[in-house]
């Protein structure tokens, strides 16, 4: 089983739509949830992270994690043309050097005009 | 600040050629690493450095070898390249401020690499 499962898409919906990304994981250890997206042909840039269980909200992307089931989620609202990329979850168990992300395999998102 | 810099940006190679794939930051980052991203794999991390004169294997070390004479600089090496070390690889950087794990991560723009 791999520690982080993602679903790879692609996934396609109109402007203005809800957008619902999701992450599972097997290793309780995890503490840190981090999305990070890529637009094509370019190198992962972070949009969110979060701390534990909880919700964090960032305009329109809210990140949310629950812990006792292991699975995260990005919900991205009033969805645009610009926001089709690959999306990326990670995680680590701490905040060191030593604690290196474990990424998703990514889910690429086309929203469609 | 240009951030992160990787050359080349494409590079095609025959098999058991050698080649080095430069990384660059100028944010005086601490901690730097090299991934390779595989298509429906995600990122894999290869080797990553917490400072100059430090470097430790990743998830998928063999094949590859770092080295971190500066804080900017953190060059990757292919001795001998196999079709299996096709990949884009991304070098990244973050401060390395003690104990914040959600430090982003600074991606360079990647290296498209072709081994035939």
């Known amino acids: 089983q791999k520690e982080v499962e993602q679903d790879p898409g692609p996934l396609s919906v109109p402007e203005g739509a809800i957008v619902s990304l999701n992450c599972t994981y097997s290793n309780s250890a995890f503490q840190y949830f981090m999305w990070y997206r890529q637009y094509s042909r370019k190198g992962p840039e972070l949009l969110m992270y979060t701390y534990s269980s909880g919700n964090k909200e960032d305009g329109r992307f809210t990140a949310q994690v629950d812990k006792s089931s292991k699975y995260i989620s990005l919900f991205i609202r009033d969805s645009q043309p610009s926001d089709s990329a690959t999306y990326l979850c990670a995680m680590s168990t701490g905040g060191g050097a030593t604690n290196k992300l474990i990424f998703g395999t990514g889910t690429l998102l086309a929203v469609q005009p | 600040n240009a951030g992160v810099t990787q050359t080349p940006k494409f590079r095609i190679l025959k098999i058991g050629q050698s080649m080095t794939l430069q990384c660059t930051q100028d944010m005086n980052h601490n901690y730097m690493y090299w991934y390779r991203q595989d298509p429906g794999m995600g990122l894999k991390l290869i080797y990553y450095s917490v400072g100059a004169g430090i470097t430790d294997k990743g998830e998928v070390p063999n094949g590859y070898n770092v080295s971190r004479s500066t804080t900017e600089d953190f060059p990757l090496r292919l001795e001998l390249a196999a079709p299996s070390q096709t990949s884009v690889y991304f070098c990244?950087?973050?401060?390395?401020?003690?104990?914040?794990?959600?430090?982003?991560?600074?991606f360079g723009p990647g290296t498209r690499l072709l081994v035939l």
């Open positions: 990244a950087s973050r401060k390395g401020t003690s104990g914040r794990a959600w430090e982003t991560q600074y």
